[in-house]
């Protein structure tokens, strides 16, 4: 295959086209005008604005253990689904909580299921942007409108989690 070619259109316009005609030519736009705003540097919100390299890798440690620990509790029953789970936590052995943002990694079909739905997220945003492209409507709103379906869903699957949590 032979490597695209870098045209310059101008100092606001790249564009990257292929000596191959299969493929599309894409764009890239660069407004040439933009705004600064600068903010007064508070030292304690600096420190506290985001958690450390550290910090995240505990969360995983911590998560990756829980579930470690969650499956070794599921699987000492006969049936490893949602009534051992239920069992579990009637009898006090691990509180509901303890699944919340782990479920993916202590259930092979919850995690299936979420790849499945992220695919189909990916499929569903790049078709309606192939329809938009060809209609030559493709702005950034109307691909708003399949995200704004996906960023619905999973803000009500965010508020039962924090309701389960308080």
Request: proline share 3%.
């Amino acid at each position: 295959m032979i490597p695209p070619q870098i045209d310059r259109h101008s100092n606001s316009t790249a564009s990257i086209s292929s000596n191959n005609e299969d493929h599309a030519t894409k764009e890239v736009s660069f407004s040439e005008y933009s705004t600064l705003h600068v903010y007064d540097a508070d030292p304690s919100y600096r420190h506290c604005k985001s958690y450390s390299s550290p910090e995240y890798e505990a969360f995983r440690d911590r998560a990756a253990f829980e579930a470690y620990r969650l499956r070794q509790l599921i699987a000492e029953y006969p049936f490893q689904n949602a009534e051992t789970i239920r069992l579990l936590i009637n009898r006090g052995a691990v509180r509901r909580e303890d699944f919340l943002g782990i479920e993916h990694l202590i259930s092979e079909s919850v995690h299936q299921r979420l790849l499945k739905e992220r695919r189909v997220y990916s499929a569903l945003l790049l078709q309606r942007q192939k329809e938009l492209r060809e209609k030559n409507e493709l702005d950034a709103s109307s691909l708003a409108e399949v995200v704004l379906v996906r960023s619905a869903k999973s803000a009500a699957r965010a508020r039962v989690r924090a309701a389960v949590a308080a």
